[in-house]
């Protein structure tokens, strides 16, 4: 079954995302992952198969793996255990589904980089820095740094999110909290990398968004999925140039080649691009977690 939309479901919707629709069950949430697909923060017309259950999946495995660092928002994946009648979609949420404590969204995105790629790929060649912290001269693209760094970022209503300091993160929700978080943020990237390791896998970067719960911390949205993190196959790693990624790298190479201006209107996907992209996403979620999807 592919899930494009939850109109079927007939309860307030809290937030719709570009993959999640999150509707509001009071202290609860009901969070269901479609299987839509964005990139350059524009939504495409085509689905990808089993998307959504491979990120529903992936986060719920690392939440448990996790849980010994901090707590996290989840209550059940079980649809038989929803409120409000939801059993009866159970065809429709099962797998791709979770049911989650309310908790109040600390505004910002924590950011772990193990690896030189993406947007601290680009600081680094532009001031040898990333958010502020300075690395050592000569490191190539996809080179492991020293060691993981945290790199924050703003949450913005509206826009790109903006990378700061950890002294600006400091400025914003306070000195405590942001020290919490960091050191939070490094002790689960530390764990996840670990085991990622041992299935031959890298995680390059990743990040994480936390919030309040009877004043205690709490992660919650999504866990080390392929589309909050960077994850590489350690047997084709080779530093100094972009890594093969678990996540929408046939979409990306894809749309490098073809005359779209990455704004609004996004083009039709060919079925090549389709089908390879999901193949991607069940094999990270097959490598990581050991279970077949079903």
């Given at each position: 079954?592919?899930?494009?939309?939850?109109?079927?479901?007939?309860?307030?919707?809290?937030?719709?995302?570009?993959?999640?629709?999150?509707?509001?069950?009071?202290?609860?949430?009901?969070?269901?992952?479609?299987?839509?697909?964005?990139?350059?923060?524009?939504?495409?017309?085509?689905?990808?198969?089993?998307?959504?259950?491979?990120?529903?999946?992936?986060?719920?495995?690392?939440?448990?793996?996790?849980?010994?660092?901090?707590?996290?928002?989840?209550?059940?994946?079980?649809?038989?255990?929803?409120?409000?009648?939801?059993?009866?979609?159970?065809?429709?949420?099962?797998?791709?589904?979770?049911?989650?404590?309310?908790?109040?969204?600390?505004?910002?995105?924590?950011?772990?980089?193990?690896?030189?790629?993406?947007?601290?790929?680009?600081?680094?060649?532009?001031?040898?820095?990333?958010?502020?912290?300075?690395?050592?001269?000569?490191?190539?693209?996809?080179?492991?740094?020293?060691?993981?760094?945290?790199?924050?970022?703003?949450?913005?209503?509206?826009?790109?999110d903006q990378n700061v300091s950890f002294e600006g993160l400091c400025n914003a929700i306070g000195?405590?909290?942001?020290?919490?978080?960091?050191?939070?943020?490094?002790?689960?990237?530390?764990?996840?990398?670990?085991?990622?390791?041992?299935?031959?896998?890298?995680?390059?970067?990743?990040?994480?968004?936390?919030?309040?719960?009877?004043?205690?911390?709490?992660?919650?949205?999504?866990?080390?999925?392929?589309?909050?993190?960077?994850?590489?196959?350690?047997?084709?790693?080779?530093?100094?140039?972009?890594?093969?990624?678990?996540?929408?790298?046939?979409?990306?190479?894809?749309?490098?080649?073809?005359?779209?201006?990455?704004?609004?209107?996004?083009?039709?996907?060919?079925?090549?691009?389709?089908?390879?992209?999901?193949?991607?996403?069940?094999?990270?979620?097959?490598?990581?977690?050991?279970?077949?999807?079903?």
């Amino acid at each position: 079954m592919l899930l494009g939309d939850t109109n079927f479901i007939d309860l307030p919707l809290y937030i719709k995302g570009k993959v999640r629709n999150v509707y509001d069950l009071g202290d609860k949430l009901l969070i269901v992952v479609t299987d839509r697909i964005s990139a350059f923060d524009v939504v495409f017309p085509n689905l990808i198969p089993n998307k959504g259950k491979v990120l529903n999946g992936i986060s719920k495995f690392w939440f448990d793996y996790t849980k010994d660092i901090v707590d996290n928002h989840v209550i059940t994946t079980d649809v038989s255990e929803y409120p409000e009648g939801l059993s009866k979609f159970k065809e429709e949420l099962e797998g791709r589904s979770m049911l989650v404590k309310k908790i109040k969204m600390i505004p910002a995105e924590c950011i772990v980089r193990g690896y030189l790629e993406g947007s601290g790929l680009k600081d680094y060649k532009a001031t040898g820095s990333i958010c502020g912290i300075k690395l050592p001269e000569g490191l190539r693209q996809a080179d492991k740094l020293p060691e993981p760094i945290f790199t924050p970022s703003t949450k913005e209503s509206e826009g790109h999110d903006q990378n700061v300091s950890f002294e600006g993160l400091c400025n914003a929700i306070g000195t405590e909290l942001a020290e919490k978080l960091r050191d939070i943020s490094l002790a689960l990237y530390e764990k996840a990398s670990k085991y990622a390791e041992s299935k031959g896998i890298i995680l390059a970067d990743t990040k994480f968004e936390f919030g309040i719960l009877d004043g205690k911390i709490v992660v919650g949205d999504e866990l080390f999925t392929p589309d909050s993190s960077r994850f590489w196959d350690m047997n084709e790693y080779e530093p100094g140039r972009a890594q093969k990624s678990f996540d929408k790298q046939f979409l990306r190479e894809y749309l490098e080649t073809i005359d779209w201006d990455k704004n609004p209107p996004a083009p039709t996907l060919p079925d090549d691009v389709v089908k390879n992209t999901e193949l991607k996403y069940i094999e990270a979620y097959e490598r990581l977690t050991g279970n077949k999807l079903v």
